[in-house]
C-alpha cells in the first residue's frame, strides 16, 4: 500500500504535458492535501502587551466609537445595547457588549468544497492558501499589463482549480470589467462553479449580489437556503474603510451572507501612516477595534455565524505615500494579529502581499517576509496567497507559478521531520564508512525518489545544462508553466441539469438585476 502511495505522488508530481513550442513541460505539482502546522504558533509580543492592545482597542470603540454608514445596521446595534445617537453615523460600543457578542463567533468551522475533498477547516492550526484577488489589472510576458477581462478571469479559475496547493478562491482574481456591472457577478459565479470545485467567494456589494450568489450555491449543491447556511460554501471579505467607518454596500452585503450563514471575514485596512497611526502598536489598537466592533454585528446577525478576524496592517512609503508589503513592519503586524485572533478564540486571515512592479526578485523576497509570519502563525486563510503584483492592482500568471513554488515549499516545511531509526541510517554509514559516498547505498535507492522536495519551478542544473537548455529565469520558466497549466486543466463534471438550472437562473436575472 506503501508503495503504491509513493508511485502515485512520483505520477502526480511528474505528470508532463506538451507546450505550444511543442516541448515537453513537466508540472511537478505536490498532492492535493489540507494543511495543519505541527508546530506552536510563534507569538511575537509579550501578553501585557496584546493586553494593552486590547484595552486601548475597547476605549476606541467606547469613547470615540465607528461610523456605520447603513441605517439598518445602526438599528440592528441600537437593538442589542449600542449608543446610537439619532441623526448621527457614529456608534459607541460597551466593552462587555462587544465582548460577549464575539464570544459567540465559532473557533472553529468548516466551509465545503463542491465534493467532499475539497472541504477546508478554519481555525486552530490549519492553513488555507487563496488564490489572488480582486485585480484590475492582470499581466503575463506576451500580453503585457492589460484591463482585467472574463478570459483572463477565466483562465485564472482554471489555474486556481488545478494548482493543488491553493485551496480556494479569495474573489474574483481579475476584475472582469468587459462584463456589464450589474450582471458581472452572474457569469463569474457560473465560473466558479463550472470551472472550480473549489470553495469560492462572493463580493459584499449591497444585498442582491451575495443573494443571488448564495441562491446559485443552492442549485449548483442541490441545497435550500435553509440547508445551506448548515453546510456553508463561501465566504466574503469585508473591509472597514478605516479608519473607523463602515459603509452601506458591505455592511448590506455582511447581513446577507452571515443571515445564510456564509462566512464573513472583517478586514480593516488600516496602513500605518495613512489610514492609521503612524506606529505598529496605534495601528493594530485601531485594527482590533474595528474588527471586534464589526465581528459583534455579525453575531447580533446570527449568532454563531462563521467570522475570521482579518488583519491588515502594513506601513506606507512615506516618501511617496503608496502602500509597501512584505515588509519587517507588515510582519511583525501580521504576527501580532494572530495573537489578537487567538486571545477571541477566532481563525485569523493574512495575506502574501508585495508592492513589486513585476514577477522579479523583489516580488519574491517581499513575499517570503509575508510568507514566513502567514505560516509561523497559524494563519487559518491566506488571502492573494498565489499571483499579487503591484500592490494587488494586478494579477500576474508568471507571479501565479512563482507563488506556487513559495507555498509548496512552506508546505514541505509544514511536513515534521522524521526520526527513526530508518532516518537516522546508522548501518547506511557504518557500510559507507570514512571517505566514501551514500549516492548508491541501499538507504539512498530506497528513498532517492521522495526524500527531498521536488520544485515546481526552480531550476537546480548545473550553469552549463541550463545554457544548452536556453539560459530561461525563473519568471519564462513560471511563463511556459502557466501555459502548459492550462493546456493540461480538465474541468470538474457537472450534472447537464444543473448547468441547464443555473443558466436559466442567470437569464432569468439578467432581466431585471436591480443593481445600479
Not at 458581472?184 to 449591497?206: E, I
Not at 502598536?281 to 475570521?308: C, D, K, S, Y
Not at 486563510?381 to 499579487?388: D, E, I, L, S, T
Amino acid at each position: 500500500m506503501a508503495e503504491s502511495r509513493s508511485r502515485t505522488r512520483r505520477r502526480e508530481r511528474t505528470r508532463s504535458r506538451t507546450g505550444a513550442d511543442g516541448a515537453q513541460q513537466r508540472i511537478r505539482q505536490a498532492p492535493w492535501r489540507r494543511l495543519r502546522s505541527p508546530y506552536p504558533p510563534l507569538p511575537l509580543i509579550s501578553e501585557d502587551q496584546i493586553e494593552a492592545i486590547h484595552a486601548a482597542s475597547l476605549r476606541i470603540l467606547s469613547e470615540i466609537g465607528i461610523d456605520f454608514l447603513d441605517p439598518a445596521a445602526r438599528m440592528l446595534l441600537k437593538r442589542h445595547g449600542a449608543d446610537v445617537n439619532e441623526g448621527s453615523e457614529r456608534v459607541r460600543f460597551d466593552p462587555d457588549m462587544v465582548l460577549d457578542h464575539v464570544a459567540k463567533a465559532p473557533s472553529e468551522f468548516t466551509l465545503h468544497g463542491g465534493r467532499p475533498e475539497r472541504d477546508l477547516v478554519f481555525g486552530a492550526n490549519s492553513i488555507n492558501f487563496c488564490c489572488i484577488a480582486s485585480a484590475p489589472f492582470c499581466s503575463d510576458l506576451d500580453g503585457g499589463r492589460r484591463d482585467g477581462n472574463y478570459a483572463d478571469f477565466n483562465n485564472f479559475c482554471r489555474l486556481t482549480q488545478s494548482a493543488n496547493i491553493v485551496h480556494m478562491f479569495g474573489g474574483y482574481p481579475v476584475e472582469p470589467v468587459d462584463l456589464p456591472p450589474a450582471t458581472r457577478h452572474l457569469d463569474c459565479h457560473y465560473s466558479f462553479l463550472t470551472l472550480s470545485d473549489k470553495v469560492h467567494h462572493a463580493y459584499s456589494l449591497g444585498r442582491q449580489r451575495p443573494s443571488d450568489a448564495i441562491d446559485m450555491l443552492c442549485i449548483a449543491r442541490g441545497e435550500t437556503r435553509d440547508s445551506i447556511a448548515e453546510r456553508p460554501g463561501m465566504h466574503t471579505i469585508i473591509n472597514t474603510s478605516s479608519p473607523l467607518r463602515v459603509d452601506t454596500p458591505m455592511l448590506q452585503g455582511l447581513t446577507e451572507m452571515s443571515a445564510h450563514g456564509q462566512a464573513v471575514c472583517v478586514t480593516p485596512f488600516t496602513l500605518s501612516g495613512a489610514m492609521s497611526p503612524v506606529t505598529i502598536a496605534g495601528a493594530l489598537a485601531q485594527q482590533n477595534a474595528e474588527a471586534l466592533a464589526v465581528i459583534a454585528f455579525t453575531q447580533m446577525v446570527r449568532p454563531g455565524a462563521p467570522v475570521i478576524y482579518g488583519g491588515f496592517t502594513s506601513n506606507v512609503d512615506m516618501r511617496s505615500g503608496a502602500p509597501a508589503f512584505g515588509t519587517p513592519e507588515y510582519a511583525k503586524a501580521a504576527f501580532a494579529g494572530g495573537q489578537l485572533a487567538r486571545k477571541y478564540g477566532l481563525p485569523y486571515r493574512s495575506t502574501n502581499a508585495n508592492a513589486s512592479n513585476a514577477p522579479d526578485a523583489q516580488a519574491a523576497w517581499e513575499s517570503m517576509m509575508s510568507l514566513w509570519p502567514v505560516v509561523l502563525g497559524h494563519t487559518n486563510m491566506v488571502m492573494h496567497a498565489a499571483g499579487w503584483l503591484e500592490g494587488g492592482l494586478t494579477a500576474s500568471f508568471e507571479k501565479f507559478v512563482i507563488d506556487l513554488e513559495l507555498l509548496q515549499g512552506m508546505a514541505a516545511f509544514l511536513d515534521p521531520l522524521e526520526i527513526s531509526d530508518a532516518s537516522l541510517a546508522l548501518d547506511a554509514i557504518r557500510d559507507v564508512g570514512p571517505g566514501g559516498h551514500f549516492f548508491g547505498t541501499a538507504h539512498t535507492l530506497e528513498r532517492y525518489e521522495t526524500a527531498f522536495y521536488e520544485p515546481l519551478l526552480s531550476d537546480w542544473r548545473n550553469f552549463e545544462s541550463w545554457e544548452e537548455a536556453g539560459s530561461l529565469d525563473a519568471t519564462s520558466r513560471a511563463n511556459r508553466i502557466y501555459r502548459a497549466m492550462l493546456e493540461a486543466y480538465e474541468a470538474p463534471a457537472i450534472d447537464p441539469a444543473i448547468d441547464e438550472e443555473l443558466k436559466a437562473f442567470i437569464a432569468k436575472r439578467r432581466e431585471d438585476p436591480g443593481i445600479e
